[in-house]
């Protein structure tokens, strides 16, 4: 069974640093991996998403990347903005989207 | 949000009652899902549906059913609530992204408390 781990469960950081988030996945049979982002009281938005043949995607300060062989994935954060603070989630799709548990950051100005 | 709607968004409901949760999408994608979002777990897939009367179970479908007779509705009914179906559910779709690769969006969320 797919397992899917995000650490740390929340991360506080000044504005303007650089971050990494982590997640991991017990099966490397994935079809592609994806990044969300999750305001309080609010559905999910998806911020990247990789596929099993790709090893990163950027989309303006965000990178992500994924290393299917040791099953992990990173989101990188460059500049970091109190606006960043919110919940992320990563999920990988076996046929079926399995999701982590979710970083919860909190950017202080 | 991809035109997704959820109905209702909050709801309380006693032990042992029916309840049913709308999902409607409005731009005809062929996969929708339910799923339940709780702490400490993520989101975990309950049902999904790939086309009309088409569904099938995901990793915590018991004590749930799912119907749908129109490609823009999806619904997902508790036919006897428990406390143990408190939670966040939320519908998404599967629809192509930015690079034309498919991904899913979600809907806003009905918080559903069962006392």
């Known amino acids: 069974k797919q397992e899917v781990t995000q650490i740390p469960a929340a991360l506080s950081v000044p504005e303007g640093e650089n971050l990494v988030l982590n997640c991991s996945f017990t099966?490397?049979?994935?079809?592609?991996l994806q990044w969300f982002r999750q305001d309080p009281g609010k559905g999910l938005t998806s911020l990247l998403l990789i596929q099993s043949s790709q090893r990163e995607q950027t989309s303006g300060r965000l990178n992500a990347s994924l290393d299917k062989s040791s099953g992990r994935s990173t989101l990188y954060i460059a500049a970091s903005q109190p606006g960043d603070s919110a919940t992320y989630l990563c999920a990988v799709s076996v046929g079926d989207m399995r999701f982590g548990a979710g970083t919860r950051l909190t950017v202080k100005p | 949000d991809a035109g997704i709607t959820q109905s209702p968004r909050h709801k309380v409901t006693e032990t042992g009652t029916p309840v049913t949760l709308r999902c409607h999408q409005t731009?005809?994608?062929?996969?929708m899902y339910w799923y339940r979002q709780d702490p400490g777990h993520g989101l975990r897939l309950i049902h999904y549906?790939?086309?009309?009367?088409?569904?099938d179970k995901g990793e915590v479908s018991d004590g749930y059913s799912v119907s749908r007779s129109k490609t823009e509705d999806f619904l997902l009914t508790l036919e006897s609530a428990t406390s143990s179906q408190t939670s966040v559910y939320f519908c998404a779709i599967s629809a192509p992204g930015l690079a034309g690769r498919y991904e899913q969006y979600f809907g806003p969320g009905t918080r559903l408390t069962v006392t």
């Open positions: 731009e005809n994608h062929r996969y």
């Open positions: 549906s790939y086309g009309v009367k088409d569904t």
């Open positions: 099966d490397s049979a994935i079809y592609n």
